[in-house]
């Protein structure tokens, strides 16, 4: 990411901004269309939309703006910020993480009540949880491969077509549990990964 990680911190701890993120997902927006969206008011939405632009997750659509009608877009990059142990700001990386998490739940627990999709999109849909065995390395090169994965993707999807809906992806990788101990390695085979 190549912004302000303070400022998208900021922007991601703030419930406000994650529902702006969230409904600027599913299409450009102003802030007179978010108001009415949120039940809040343009001046409010304004300040919202512009700190979340300093932040650099959200951007003018500039072939959709016309005068006093300025449309909004989430960013191409994707959003992420690092290990709060690590971050100059831990306490909103901390509240960073809550609030997604939440939202995320709360999506998970919106898409399963839903009735009105399709069996295509039912069966597309994946639920996956995997535990992987991996030194640090491994684990850096393979969250550089899922982000050209999601930006090969997301570039596609820049483009919308009669047939798509906004998906949401989210990934968590980290490490779980204790170094192995001796006895639980395997010491005849090293491998570098795939």
Do not use: C
Request: no cysteine; hydrophobic share 40%.
């Amino acid at each position: 990411m190549t912004t302000d990680e303070t400022a998208v911190l900021r922007a991601l701890a703030h419930p406000v901004r994650q529902e702006i993120l969230d409904r600027l997902a599913l299409a450009p927006a102003t802030s007179a269309m978010l108001a009415r969206a949120l039940a809040s008011n343009t001046g409010v939405l304004s300040y919202h939309l512009r700190e979340l632009g300093k932040s650099g997750l959200i951007e003018r659509d500039q072939e959709r703006s016309r005068g006093r009608a300025v449309f909004w877009r989430l960013a191409s990059d994707d959003i992420q910020f690092g290990d709060p142990a690590t971050s100059p700001q831990p306490a909103l990386a901390h509240a960073a993480i809550d609030a997604t998490l939440a939202r995320t739940v709360n999506a998970v627990h919106g898409y399963v009540r839903r009735t009105d999709l399709p069996p295509q999109w039912r069966d597309a849909a994946l639920f996956s949880r995997s535990s992987l065995l991996l030194n640090a390395a491994e684990l850096a090169r393979m969250t550089a491969e899922y982000e050209r994965f999601l930006r090969r993707w997301n570039d596609r999807a820049s483009r919308p077509r009669r047939d798509t809906r906004p998906v949401r992806v989210m990934l968590f990788a980290f490490p779980d549990g204790p170094e192995l101990d001796a006895d639980t390695l395997d010491t005849d085979t090293e491998e570098d990964g795939p």
